[in-house]
C-alpha cells in the first residue's frame, strides 16, 4: 500500500494530482490525514482522508508519500506518525517519494546523504548531504524527489513508472493528455 500523508496546509496540487494518476494506473494509495480525517490545504482546499493519522498502521507500506506546502511541510515533520511511518519504510526498504519542501524532511533525517535529489528553491541547505539535481523529478534508488507544484502530475508520472513500468506510464500520460 502506498500511504499519502496530508498535514494542515499541505500544498493541494502536489498531493491530488500525483494521487489522481497512482490511482488511475491501478495503485492502492491511501490518504492518511496529520490530526484526523479532514485536512484544509494551504489554499483553502479541504480534503477528507482515507484515514485519520490514529488509525494508520503498517509494518510494510510499499511507499510513503509526502506532498509539500507551507505549514504543511512542518506539520508533516513535526508528527510522530509520520516519522515512524519513514523510518518503517527505510527499515523495510520501501520508497519514499516527497515533492517541493517536503524533500527538507528526509534530508533532515539524514536519508538523502549520497543521493541525488531536488526541492522547492531554497530549501537546498536542508537535502543534508544530497548532490543538489537540476532535473524537476529525480530518482535515486527507493527515493524519488520532485522540485514542486508544476511538476506534480510529472512527479505521479514518474512514480507509476517505477511501480508498475514505462509502458504503463506513458499509457497513462497519453491518456491525460499530458505529452
Known sequence: ???LFLAEGFEEVEALAPLDLMRRAGLSVTTVGIGGKTVTGAHGISVLADLADTEYADDTPEMIFLPGGM????NLAASEVV???IATAV???AYLAAICAAP???GDLGLLAGKEAICYPGFEERLVGATLSKKRVVRDGKILTAAGMGVAVEFGLAIVEELLGKEKAEELRRG???D
Open 71 to 74: 505549514p504543511g511541510t512542518l
Open 1 to 3: 500500500m502506498i500511504y
Open 83 to 85: 516519522q515512524n511511518a
Open 91 to 93: 527499515r523495510t526498504n
Open 104 to 106: 527538507s524532511i528526509l
Open 176 to 178: 491525460v493528455l499530458a
